[in-house]
């Protein structure tokens, strides 16, 4: 039939067309009722999108599209997370330099977004890897460090060996890093660390009013960490003493914001003691189980 829907000739007609009429390259500063709808930049540590990519950057674009509707003048950025250990891993397998493999993967990016038809403004994209962009990552810093909120100091962190990265407690998924699979070890490295713990309650205030999902405010919330402490009642039994200071040094080794674990002035001992004289004994009578086996 003639008047058949071909998708790929609209979609380049009215892409075109919004192209030369400039449709989503809006006025920031003049817009009656502004909305910046930002989404996560995709990294090029590839030859080009992925399906996740697509996935999220879809429904926020509908999100952006809804706001519009409702009479706001959206702006909708995009730009692309270049910077990092990902993107010179992909340039080692590559055999190319990452100054040449990324410009290039980043052209490809450009044509896939450019073909989704999303409303960016592409006289405002965000490369992270050049120097009038992260000459303001580099000035932010110094004033975190000026202000006393930047220190250098060891830490224990999960490491991947085929990625040669650190990782995250979410990117280890049974013991394993969640891109390659290898068997995560732990290391002890200089690191800079924020002070957060400064804004904890701050930062859980404000989770009360912001507009994201409670999902989403619970991540958060267990990311911050803040915490009063875990209480361990006097006449705890000695296995369930041993399980609430396994709890405590849980809490403390993820909680970001915990800063130490104290045992009171008036706790004796004897819990502890009499838990490890019955673990000594469990650990004699399976030997001698074992020993009766053999």
Not at 26 to 50: R, T
Not at 89 to 107: C, D, R, T, Y
């Amino acid at each position: 039939m003639a008047d058949r829907y071909d998708p790929v000739a609209v979609e380049t007609k009215w892409q075109k067309r919004w192209d030369e009429t400039r449709l989503h390259n809006v006025d920031i500063e003049g817009a009656d009722a502004p909305f910046y709808n930002l989404m996560m930049y995709p990294y090029p540590s590839a030859e080009g999108l992925h399906v996740g990519n697509v996935y999220a950057f879809t429904g926020a674009d509908i999100h952006g599209r809804f706001k519009q509707l409702q009479g706001n003048t959206v702006f909708e950025p995009i730009g692309f997370d270049a910077f990092g250990i990902h993107s010179e891993n992909f340039a080692l397998e590559q055999g190319v330099h990452p100054m040449e493999l990324i410009p290039s993967n980043i052209k490809n990016f450009t044509r896939q977004l450019r073909r989704m038809g999303f409303m960016y403004d592409w006289e405002r994209v965000v490369d992270v890897t050049r120097p009038e962009y992260y000459k303001w990552t580099q000035w932010i810093f110094l004033q975190l460090y000026k202000g006393g909120l930047a220190e250098r100091r060891q830490a224990p962190v999960n490491w991947c060996p085929s990625c040669k990265t650190v990782l995250a407690n979410e990117q280890v998924i049974d013991g394993r890093c969640e891109r390659c699979s290898t068997e995560v070890t732990q290391r002890f490295l200089d690191q800079w660390f924020f002070k957060i713990t400064n804004f904890a309650q701050r930062l859980l205030d404000n989770l009360e009013w912001i507009d994201w999902s409670e999902s989403t405010k619970r991540l958060q919330r267990n990311w911050i960490g803040r915490s009063e402490g875990a209480d361990m009642p006097p006449q705890q039994k000695a296995a369930r003493l041993h399980d609430a200071a396994r709890h405590a040094v849980r809490r403390h080794f993820h909680g970001a914001g915990a800063r130490a674990s104290v045992r009171g002035r008036d706790h004796d001992g004897r819990a502890a003691r009499r838990h490890r004289r019955v673990c000594e004994e469990r650990a004699r009578h399976g030997r001698g189980r074992a020993a009766q086996g053999r």
